[in-house]
């Protein structure tokens, strides 16, 4: 098991992939976890298997993500491993898109993810100690027809991820950004017949972010790339 400096942890956006297997990794490892959602009544039997706690969460809300926080500190103490793991999509040509959609994708993805980290930060940086990751995809370094607004958010994000890393590490917060550049494996995701391990597994992403909580101060790690090992470059 990785041993991990961290003893607390907030995971937001905890969907049934990635959220939930880091989730349950951070608890492995020790650390007391709340997930957060938009839906919390989902996330009911997910902190109950990890002895944590679950809460509601609008991303795009300023109120919201501050109440979360305060809720956090007050049940589990301040997250010192904090995951935003939310995203927005919206799909369609740049000419037909809704861009109400569009706004909305962006203020999940990108607005919420600032949110999220400021809340963290404010936090973090008195104690002079945490991690704040964040999780990004494909998009966030490659736009692909018909999903601007979910490359918009995407490289928002990592733009955040990237400012954040240079202004939080000399104060001793390790900003990691992680780019899912491949389809992650679900119950409904399977990988096809005949391809083993050609989607990322989502508890082997939880192991890299894991990996990157664990790096030494001298030696962090500002983005990391995970590809499944069929996935053409």
């Known amino acids: 098991m990785v041993q991990i400096p961290y ?10 992939g990635i959220g939930t297997s880091v989730a349950r990794a951070l608890s492995a490892a020790g650390a007391r976890v709340a997930v957060a959602a938009r839906n919390s009544e989902r996330l009911s039997s997910l902190a109950q298997e990890i002895g944590g706690a679950a809460f509601a969460v609008d991303a795009t ?32 040509p740049v000419t037909d898109i809704d861009p109400g959609q569009v706004r909305h994708a962006i203020e999940v993805s990108a607005y919420g993810g600032f949110l999220v980290l400021q809340q963290a930060a404010r936090r973090l940086v008195p104690l002079g100690h945490g991690a704040i990751l964040l999780t990004g995809a494909t998009a966030s370094v490659k736009g692909f027809a018909n999903s601007s607004g979910f490359a918009i958010g995407k490289f928002g994000l990592r733009g955040l991820a990237q400012s954040a890393a240079r202004e939080l590490a000399p104060k001793g917060i390790h900003v990691a950004h992680f780019v899912i550049d491949g389809g992650v ?19 082997a992403i939880a192991d890299a972010y894991l990996a990157v909580l664990a790096q030494h101060r001298s030696a962090w790690s500002w983005e990391v790339e995970l590809r499944p090992w069929v996935e053409p470059f």
């Open 61 to 92: 809300d300023p109120a919201s993500v501050a109440a979360l926080f305060d809720d956090v500190d007050r049940s589990i103490g301040i997250p010192e491993v904090v995951l935003f793991n939310a995203a927005g999509r919206v799909r369609g």
């Open 185 to 203: 494996r679900s119950a409904g995701r399977p990988d096809p017949t005949g391809a083993p391990d050609s989607t990322l597994d989502p508890d």
């Open 7 to 16: 003893k607390t942890a907030l995971v937001v956006g905890t969907g049934p």
